[in-house]
């Protein structure tokens, strides 16, 4: 637990299913890496694969199958991730060599919305980010010793 560092978002307002797509795509990535493709995205100059939710998600250059620009999820997302950075750098840890390790997104409740818009649902989800410290294949090679 000393070499990882965690930030949690709660209730966010966005969509589940796009959190979901974004974090499968962005899970095991380095930190800055996972950071660039989320402001180009944002930028909508890279489209996130969606394998899973492909309603509506037609062909997009560069990518085999469906995708889309999912903006508002992964400005949330980059959020989450500056605050996982912060994190551990207060922690200690070496922020060029941070790894994610662990991101997930989890559905949230469904508060009612008011107005005209009475009977719909809110969309609201969790999403959670563990960024662990990259060890360099030299220490674990000498660890095996």
């Known amino acids: 637990m000393k070499e990882t560092a965690k ?11 796009n959190a979901i797509e974004i974090c499968s795509f962005i899970r095991g990535k380095s930190l800055q890496k996972a950071k660039e493709i989320l402001e180009r995205v ?15 998600a037609g062909h997009k250059k560069g990518l085999a199958g469906g995708g889309k620009f999912p903006v508002k999820a992964c400005a949330e997302i980059l959020n989450i991730l500056k605050l996982a950075e912060a994190n551990a750098s207060y ?3 070496n922020t060029a060599s941070l790894v994610l390790k662990h991101v997930k997104a989890d559905k949230a409740s469904k508060p009612i919305r008011y107005s005209r818009h009475r009977g719909r649902l809110m969309k609201r989800t969790h999403v959670e980010v563990i960024v ?11 660890e095996k010793k």
């Open 7 to 17: 930030a949690v978002g709660k209730n966010l307002s966005i969509s589940t299913k």
């Open 42 to 56: 944002i930028e909508k100059k890279q489209a996130i694969p969606f394998k899973r939710f492909t309603e509506g």
């Open 91 to 93: 922690k200690g840890l």
């Open 132 to 142: 662990e410290e990259a060890k360099k294949k030299a220490e674990e090679g000498s």
